[in-house]
């Protein structure tokens, strides 16, 4: 993302790849130079922050405006005050599972089981010297009273640094190879740092945005939950970004401007994945990502209503999309129950998806169900076989295949077999979480660095439904979709989910505009079909989005008024908890 964005250069119809909410002009700060006179006015301060951050730049691009200005300054790294990494190793070890493991167990430790707490607390600011600095992650454990500034990372430039070897994890001194790195990042790494920030949120006065090697962005906290109130009362969307894979495809990269088109495909879009997404706001140009947490924490009842009290501030739905168009079949996989996913991986809620066909050619497909003379150990031996051997396997044998047209939506509850076949642009419409995948077959293909791709059939078939077979596939697994409302100009369809969902889905048809009221509801929303359309809130916030565009109605934001800027019907989907 750009430090600073001058102006928006976008037809209205376009799609948004930096999403922005503005503030009044002054409240998005530039430079190492702005924030170091902040730390001069304030004399000793905690910057504080996530993994990932590149803290010997912030401490050099800093250090060089107090020397400049004739300054002495007592730097304390939370670093050295980790315990010895092999200690780290050993705490840890139980979240992590075997090493060649494709997943963890959440992690139940607090970030300060990590460090000699003793010798860290005992670190106090040195009083002649002119400023004093505790700086790293954890560095509000230190207890110091002073402002802390928190230095945030979003999730995708983490990923990259991770693939490109310039960050460790958490108390690791040694780069590991990306798989091992990520596995610790999802179960450890960030399950504390994220604890730890919404321990220390009333502490923080200054938030600022890590992504650039040599620039920082930086907003007052005050400024931020203002600008977070304004979000929750009105229209969200968070920054998109987007991976290619081993199955991916075209469609993103030939419908999408401002993306990287120097990449083999794009086979997802985090359109909303929260966990992994961040919010953007805008002053005087200068733009500054936080993670979406930060609103959840800060306004977890008007975003999600009636529902907060069971969600908390985790936010429940996500929309993302699967590109195979061109490209391949995803693998044949399942998700699991929930308490499998609670017992063995120490998530709350599980992976109950549902694919939504947004774009699709001729004869594509979606796999899903087994064929009704389906034999579970006969399917067992034969992926076993073929994952020894490399051998095909005529999955229609077990499989049922079912043609996709745009605007089906196929029901995925968990333990359900599954995958998305060639030539399908699904807007998968799930639950949260969004790594537990059991893969059983993967068509004998490698990963875009030539290697094999995880196989995970005794997973799969601890929590497989054999009961999902022959005609009940057809009856339970395919939506039926039906009109429960009309007027001259607009429908509104029931896209039925499967009872197992906590979510459902409805699809708004308009021609000129219709309004819409929340019910103290959330609602995720996108045009699926159409140009653009225009969104107008009871509070008088008024927004475009284009057509494939994710946008949040907070159930705080009353109702909304949704306008058609196109020639032909507008068709928008909205999913909410049930």
Not at 234 to 262: L, T
Not at 417 to 446: C, Q
Not at 448 to 463: K, M, Q, S, T, V
């Amino acid at each position: 993302m750009p430090v600073r964005l001058v102006a928006k250069d976008i037809a209205q119809d376009e799609y948004d790849v930096y999403p922005i909410c503005s503030l009044e002009a002054g409240k998005v700060f530039n430079g190492y130079h702005s924030l170091a006179r902040y730390i001069i006015k304030k004399r000793t301060v905690i910057i504080d922050g996530y993994v990932g951050v590149f803290w010997n730049t912030i401490k050099t691009a800093l250090n060089e405006y107090f020397t400049e200005n004739g300054l002495t300054v007592n730097w304390v790294e939370t670093s050295t005050y980790l315990k010895p990494q092999q200690e780290i190793a050993t705490l840890i070890e139980p979240f992590l599972g075997t090493p060649e493991a494709v997943w963890g167990t959440k992690c139940t430790l607090l970030l300060h089981d990590l460090y000699q707490l003793d010798n860290f607390t005992g670190q106090l600011p040195n009083k002649a010297t002119d400023i004093n600095i505790m700086i790293g992650s954890g560095a509000a454990l230190s207890g110091w009273d002073a402002p802390v500034i928190y230095v945030d990372l979003p999730k995708n430039e983490l990923q990259f640094r991770m693939r490109a070897g310039a960050i460790t994890n958490l108390g690791a001194y040694e780069v590991s190879e990306p798989f091992s790195m990520y596995k610790r990042f999802y179960f450890v790494d960030w399950v504390l740092l994220n604890n730890h920030k919404k321990q220390i949120l009333s502490k923080i006065s200054v938030i600022a945005d890590g992504q650039w090697p040599e620039d920082i962005n930086w907003i007052y906290k005050a400024d931020l939950a203002d600008g977070l109130n304004r979000l929750s009362q009105s229209v969200i969307r968070v920054r998109p970004w987007f991976e290619p894979g081993a199955w991916g495809g075209h469609w993103i990269r030939e419908r999408i401007k401002n993306i990287n088109k120097d990449v083999v495909n794009y086979a997802w879009s985090f359109e909303l994945i929260v966990p992994e997404n961040g919010l953007v706001f805008e002053s005087d140009g200068y733009l500054l990502e936080v993670s979406f947490d930060f609103l959840m924490f800060n306004n977890q009842q008007e975003v999600l209503g009636i529902h907060a009290q069971k969600f908390g501030d985790e936010f429940p739905i996500r929309f993302d999309f699967l590109d195979t168009y061109d490209g391949g079949n995803l693998s044949i996989q399942c998700h699991p129950s929930l308490k499998y996913i609670q017992d063995n991986f120490g998530e709350t809620i599980t992976q109950d998806e549902t694919y939504y066909i947004l774009d699709c050619k001729d004869k594509a497909q979606v796999y899903l169900g087994f064929q009704d003379s389906i034999q579970p150990a006969e399917f067992r031996s034969v992926l076993e076989a073929s994952q020894c051997d490399n051998n095909e396997v005529e999955i229609t044998n077990y499989v049922q295949a079912h043609t996709a047209k745009k605007h089906d939506l196929f029901l995925i509850p968990n333990g359900t077999v599954h995958s998305a076949g060639a030539n399908n642009l699904v807007l998968e419409i799930s639950a949260t979480p969004y790594i537990f995948t059991f893969k059983m077959y993967d068509w004998l293909r490698l990963d875009l660095d030539g290697n094999p791709r995880p196989i995970n059939i005794e997973h799969a078939f601890n929590n497989l439904n054999f009961e999902r077979k022959g005609e009940k596939v057809q009856a339970e697994l395919i939506s039926k979709q039906e009109i429960i409302g009309q007027g001259a100009d607009w429908e509104l369809v029931h896209v039925p989910t499967h009872q197992e969902h906590f979510y459902d889905v409805h699809r708004i048809e308009f021609d000129k505009d219709i309004t819409v009221e929340t019910h103290n509801q959330c609602h995720v929303m996108m045009l699926v079909e159409g140009s653009a359309i225009t969104i107008k809130t009871a509070n008088g916030t008024e927004q475009t989005f284009a057509y494939a565009e994710t946008f949040v109605v907070p159930a705080a934001a009353e109702s909304y008024t949704l306008t058609n800027l196109g020639k032909s019907r507008a068709k928008v989907i909205k999913a909410f908890l049930k």
